[in-house]
């Protein structure tokens, strides 16, 4: 399975994390071999679905054999960019910050945290997770010291677009967005993925009006 | 704009949300009325699928008019069910439940927070966002008090499954849910919203391995 040229859309790019989580669910069972209904099913989508998403990416399996669990779920992960390892900063180690440092894999998916940035002058100094908290101020010194590939912003929207200004002015061009800044507006040569946790309560409400619907899909 | 009684595909109701914050700062800034192209625009989809994404539920705007933002605003609100006061209860007051009991407007988003819930004895009966903190233990107490519409669930997937059982027995049937625990699978009659963090990482893991396509969309 090899990316092709051609654009993919983003709900089948969303998709292949979650394809990562049940196909390594199967491992962990067991299961060698699955089809592409019983791996709909899991995923809770369709057959043909499974088939299209897979082609994407230059398709996969064998007609009337399936999937082999543990080629695909490797394939999937070297698509997500698992085997990398993507240097990575953190800015603002409030709640939401902590919550990742602690819960996120980093390795696993392919990211290396290799530093904490916070304004707060009790937070700068101290250590979490293995790393030093720097002060904003520090930012310059530490790219030149670290090439860094991904930035995770943990901080409000009111201060992201002078945050974003000075990751942006010392290179770093992806990121992992949880205020509502826009920096593709601003800055399109980067690669962002946008987070609105508060857009999930929405879409909550809205189900709980409409409960014909049913989330993930 | 009412809601028909077709099923509307989740990638639909999960821009909702973005409407909103779009049609919100559209307000802000004073734009009264605006056309389906400069929607797309904002919104970094194409105008047919704003018109399609609309017409969904019942359609809105005039053609060659466009669609006046304060009532196109309105009308999501409602789909999103911010009219109303959903009585609601977090369990899990770490790090994660920390940021969301901070950030999340709850009443304007049509939820109202009543309970949080924990199991870690230095917590509970400690105060936060003016809420004490309970026992795991005390739910059903809680629960005959209270009629609880839907619950937060910021706790590690270990503990999921025992946590959505109680919640379950006590008539709790709507869940924002940050675990893998399949909620659904195991009580089909829920309503339930998952949000996977990590996936968030992985998703940026593949954009910054193939950076021909780009987030939101």
């Known amino acids: 399975m ?3 040229d051609r654009h993919i859309a983003m709900p089948v790019i969303r998709r292949l994390p979650r394809y990562y989580r049940c196909l390594c669910n199967m491992e ?3 299961i060698e071999k699955i089809s592409s209904r019983a791996l ?3 995923m809770n989508i369709t057959a043909s679905q499974v088939r299209q998403d897979l082609n994407c990416f230059g398709g996969f399996g064998q007609q009337g054999y399936g999937y082999i669990v543990s080629m695909l779920r490797g394939e999937i992960a070297k698509l997500l960019g698992m085997d ?3 240097k990575t900063v953190l800015y603002g180690v409030g709640n939401l910050g902590r919550a990742i440092i602690y819960h996120f894999d980093f390795e696993k998916f392919g990211f290396e945290l290799c530093g904490l940035f916070d304004t707060n002058p009790e937070l700068v100094g101290t250590e979490l997770g293995g790393l ?4 904003d ?6 790219t030149e010291d670290h090439t860094v590939d991904a930035a995770i912003l ?4 009111t201060s992201a677009e002078e945050v974003v200004e000075k990751l942006y002015a010392a290179g770093v061009r992806c990121f992992l967005n949880f205020n509502h800044f826009d920096i593709k507006s601003r800055y399109p040569d980067c690669v962002v993925e946008n987070v609105h946790l508060s857009e999930s309560l929405m879409t909550l409400g809205y189900l709980m009006t409409d409960k014909s619907n049913s989330a993930e899909e």
Do not use: R, V, W, Y
């Open 132 to 135: 030093i908290i720097s002060d």
């Open 84 to 86: 990398s390892k993507k």
């Open 137 to 142: 101020e520090e930012l310059e010194k530490f």
């Open 40 to 42: 709909a099913e899991a």
């Open 28 to 30: 962990q069972n067991g």
């Open 2 to 4: 090899s990316k092709t």
């Open 154 to 157: 943990c901080i409000p929207t």
